[in-house]
């Protein structure tokens, strides 16, 4: 695992429909002799560089499994994903103009990924594939219409905006998704244990453990008490 460079970048406005996080971190990224948006096979990829295949994916990975299946046996391919480790929610009112903001309680943690990653799980630990995780300063603007999530009373999120890059880690092989495992951790181990080594919620450490089993590096060898027990697989 590669634990890269502090970067920022100016909020962009979307172009052809992308949000702005999207469009930007796509900017941001890419070199000189770059192809945007350019097909391969039957697939759009967002950055081609000579045979390297780069995907900047804000969503759902399960939207990935399609171009990974066609494609990652013949190239190269890094997904970067963006996680808000600090978010500002921005209201604005039908033309964008800002009404208020506040700072989302919620933070973002770099085994957030882990929820996506069980998407593609058969994939990851592909020669092929790699998989940067951006953590990021985002605001997120949200426009009280009447049509979004119950969740939120309606309230829709309009765009995403890049801040800055705070971090960015990027996972290639086994060791380095088993690096989401704290060091100190006992072996075997429950998930009680892991959240409490690794210092995060218990159901984060629930789709650590669940991610990695479906990646065929960690095992069930038992319960301790009412838990499950987990051993690395060798």
Known sequence: MTDDVHESASPLIGVLQESSLHA???RMISRPGDRLE???GTHVI?????ESLIEVQTGSFAKLRPKLTALLEEHPITVIYPVAAEKWLVYVDQNRAELS?????RRGRLT?????LSAIASFARH???AVTVLLTRLEELRHDDGRGSWRRRGVSIVDRRL??????????CSE?????????????FTNSELAAAGKIPRNHAQGITYCLRKMELLTITGKKGRELLFELLS
């Open 163 to 172: 801040i800055e890059v705070l971090r960015s880690v990027t996972f290639s």
């Open 176 to 188: 380095d998704y088993l690096s989401l495992l704290p060091p100190a951790l006992p072996m075997p």
């Open 101 to 105: 903001r506040r700072r989302s309680p």
């Open 38 to 40: 350019e097909r391969v």
């Open 127 to 129: 020669r092929n594939l």
């Open 112 to 116: 957030d990924v882990v929820r996506e």
């Open 24 to 26: 930007t971190i796509k």
């Open 46 to 50: 967002d950055i081609v560089r000579g």
